[in-house]
């Protein structure tokens, strides 16, 4: 019998070592595969050796807790959550409507969570600047108005693309997608404010041009690594923050692969008051995302010519989007497109 539990104890052992030798990632991304199949048993045991290995992030940690609340272990799944709420969960919507916390709300630590995670909301939105610092500008090379690919060959051919060569963007590239995206196209003397310099490739309801946008460059030719603000007016990039924000804007969106060897990324976002002061919710909810469509598919149809991948990414949480990106305090973030070179 003690021969039989020494060599049980080495098995186990020694699928304890294998586990830790898979790594991190490989863990996580079997326990994910687990999760999403509704294996809560195996997906929570995956989560733990992960752990063991000393790494986590909030998403990891967060869907543990989930895993848990479905196997009924409440007092695990009130810990994951804090401990996701401490790294960095604080998505307060997925908090309340994830199915899979059902079983926890009426739970006496519930509270607890909430708490944590509207304190941690607080402290972050508190960073958040009322106007962008003035960094240095860029002058972005003029757009080419004609080119050798149709728009009909455009339109026929674009697709979503989440891989890309491990190439660099040149300065030219960065320019024309971003004048395909928001660039005037016809300015005018003396126009209204709103027109914030004027006509743009993209209609807007009523001209009142919600969006900004941002270029995260982590591989661009003749641009160091950072985030730029578009100015638009003046085609014209204007660095906010200094240095490689790949893993920043990766983690907000979850890590999803195609961020590993994108060479930039546009991210787009909304001052939702451009539009909410003329036409009130209506403009919230639907001119802003109209506006959004309509410029994202110039990025398409651009990036398709330019020989460039792109995908429009939606999953993120927002505050750490906003945050990697140095956005200002009216601004709310809506789309990732990251950038690449394709065959």
């Given at each position: 019998?003690r021969?039989?539990?020494?060599?049980?104890?080495?098995?186990?052992?020694?699928i304890?070592?294998?586990s830790?030798a898979?790594?991190?990632d490989?863990?996580?991304?079997?326990?994910e595969?687990?999760l999403t199949a509704q294996?809560?048993?195996?997906a929570?045991?995956?989560?733990?050796?992960?752990?063991?290995?000393?790494?986590f992030?909030?998403?990891?940690?967060?869907?543990?807790?989930?895993?848990s609340?479905?196997?009924?272990?409440?007092?695990?799944?009130?810990?994951?959550?804090l401990?996701?709420?401490?790294?960095g969960?604080?998505?307060?919507?997925?908090?309340?409507?994830?199915?899979?916390?059902?079983s926890?709300?009426?739970?006496?630590q519930?509270?607890?969570?909430t708490?944590?995670?509207q304190?941690?909301?607080?402290?972050?939105?508190?960073?958040?600047?009322?106007?962008?610092?003035?960094g240095?500008v860029?002058e972005?090379?003029?757009?080419r108005?004609?080119?050798t690919?149709?728009?009909?060959?455009a339109l026929?051919?674009?697709?979503?693309?989440?891989?890309y060569l491990?190439?660099?963007?040149?300065?030219?590239d960065?320019s024309q997608l971003?004048?395909?995206?928001?660039?005037?196209?016809?300015?005018?003397e003396n126009?209204?404010?709103?027109l914030?310099?004027?006509?743009?490739?993209?209609?807007?309801?009523?001209?009142?041009?919600?969006?900004?946008l941002?270029?995260?460059?982590?591989?661009?030719?003749?641009?160091?690594?950072?985030?730029?603000?578009y100015?638009s007016?003046?085609?014209?990039?204007?660095?906010?923050?200094?240095?490689?924000?790949?893993?920043e804007?990766?983690?907000?969106?979850?890590?999803?692969?195609?961020?590993?060897?994108?060479?930039?990324?546009?991210?787009?976002?909304a001052?939702?008051?451009r539009?909410?002061?003329?036409y009130?919710?209506?403009?919230?909810d639907?001119?802003?995302?109209?506006?959004l469509g309509?410029s994202a598919e110039?990025?398409?149809?651009q990036?398709?010519a330019?020989k460039?991948?792109?995908?429009?990414v939606?999953?993120?949480?927002d505050?750490?989007?906003?945050?990697?990106?140095?956005?200002t305090?009216?601004?709310?973030?809506?789309?990732?497109?990251p950038?690449?070179?394709?065959?």
């Open positions: 019998m021969m039989r539990a020494v060599v049980l104890a080495l098995f186990v052992l020694g304890a070592s294998a830790l898979q790594g991190y490989a863990l996580v991304r079997e326990a595969t687990k294996k809560y048993a195996e929570l045991t995956l989560y733990e050796q992960a752990f063991k290995t000393g790494e992030s909030y998403n990891d940690l967060y869907n543990a807790a989930c895993a609340a479905r196997l009924g272990k409440s007092d695990e799944a009130y810990s994951y959550l401990k996701a709420v401490e790294a969960f604080i998505d307060k919507d997925q908090l309340k409507q994830d199915p899979d916390l059902e926890l709300r009426s739970g006496a519930w509270q607890a969570v708490n944590a995670l304190q941690k909301l607080d402290s972050v939105e508190k960073t958040f600047p009322e106007a962008r610092p003035a240095p860029i972005l090379p003029a757009p108005l004609d080119g690919v149709s728009v009909e060959a026929r051919n674009r697709r979503s693309i989440r891989s491990e190439t660099p963007l040149t300065l030219p960065v971003l004048w395909a995206a928001y660039g005037i196209t016809k300015s005018f126009a209204p404010p709103f914030r310099g004027g006509l743009r490739t993209a209609p807007s309801a009523g001209g009142l041009y919600p969006l900004d941002y270029l995260a460059a982590f591989n661009v030719t003749g641009l160091p690594a950072g985030i730029y603000w100015n007016e003046k085609h014209q990039l204007v660095r906010i923050i200094e240095g490689d924000r790949r893993k804007v990766s983690e907000a969106a979850f890590n999803q692969g195609m961020f590993k060897t994108a060479a930039a990324a546009i991210v787009y976002s001052v939702y008051e539009n909410t002061k003329k009130g919710q209506r403009g919230r639907r001119y802003v995302c109209m506006d309509h110039n990025v398409y149809l990036a398709y330019l460039i991948g792109t995908c429009a939606g999953a993120f949480t505050v750490w989007l906003k945050k990697a990106v140095g956005m305090r009216a601004e709310e973030p809506l789309y990732i497109m950038l690449g070179k394709v065959e």
